[in-house]
T-cell receptor, first 117, second 119 residues
Framework: AQSVAQPEDQVNVAEGNPLTVKCTYSVSGNPYLFWYVQYPNRGLQFLLKYITGDNLVKGSYGFEAEFNKSQTSFHLKKPSALVSDSALYFCAVRDIRGSGGYQKVTFGTGTKLQVIP | DAGVIQSPRHEVTEMGQEVTLRCKPISGHNSLFWYRQTMMRGLELLIYFNNNVPIDDSGMPEDRFSAKMPNASFSTLKIQPSEPRDSAVYFC?????????????????FGPGTRLTVL
């Protein structure tokens, strides 16, 4: 079974400050890891992914995430937050060993990011 | 490409009525997912199709829910009869095959959602 945990329901950060949104995962094998963002009244949008290679992954809108295998974490980060970054952020995991093309991805419960002007 | 298309965007109906939600995935994508999002339960996977075949329907709440994918470019999610607790935003997402050039393996592309209100 695969699972993902986002321990914080909400993260508040001042504009211009660095931000971190936390995510930990559990899979039987090696993971594919994703971050998605959801703006109000919109569907989820892909931000970035980790499949293999460098542990620091860069994505859209200046976001990056660090894969840490020993801590089974994949925290989302941005050096300087913008008010427009305020949204709901979802971490997701898929076991790389999904068979027969099965692409079930398990999403976390989401973290609301509030950037304060 | 126009992205994943869902219709209607908003649906208000009365308890007991049949509701049909529609989805057109991105051309070339071979996986399709139906999700439900509520404040209480977050984002729930209802059903997953691969190459038009239902692979995992373990998330379908009960027999009142059914989903079909008659071809690669169309899927429906039907609720009959509808109940107030079905009120939610329903998302459709599609995903490309692993070998599709230029695509990011495993990434899902979400539609704008259908906001369903059952009175």
């Amino acid at each position: 079974a695969q699972s993902v945990a986002q321990p914080e329901d909400q993260v508040n950060v001042a504009e211009g400050n660095p931000l971190t949104v936390k995510c930990t995962y559990s899979v039987s094998g090696n993971p594919y890891l994703f971050w998605y963002v959801q703006y109000p009244n919109r569907g989820l949008q892909f931000l970035l992914k980790y499949i293999t290679g460098d542990n620091l992954v860069k994505g859209s809108y200046g976001f990056e995430a660090e894969f840490n295998k020993s801590q089974t974490s994949f925290h989302l980060k941005k050096p300087s937050a913008l008010v427009s970054d305020s949204a709901l952020y979802f971490c997701a995991v898929r076991d790389i060993r999904g068979s027969g093309g099965y692409q079930k991805v398990t999403f976390g419960t989401g973290t609301k990011l509030q950037v304060i002007p | 490409d126009a992205g994943v298309i869902q219709s209607p965007r908003h649906e208000v109906t009365e308890m007991g009525q049949e509701v049909t939600l529609r989805c057109k995935p991105i051309s070339g994508h071979n996986s399709l997912f139906w999700y439900r999002q509520t404040m209480m339960r977050g984002l729930e996977l209802l059903i997953y199709f691969n190459n038009n075949v239902p692979i995992d329907d373990s998330g379908m709440p009960e027999d009142r829910f059914s989903a079909k994918m008659p071809n690669a470019s169309f899927s429906t999610l039907k609720i009959q009869p509808s109940e107030p607790r079905d009120s939610a935003v329903y998302f459709c997402a599609s995903s490309p095959p692993s070998v599709m050039r230029g695509e990011i393996r495993g990434t899902q592309y979400f539609g704008p959602g259908t906001r369903l209100t059952v009175l």
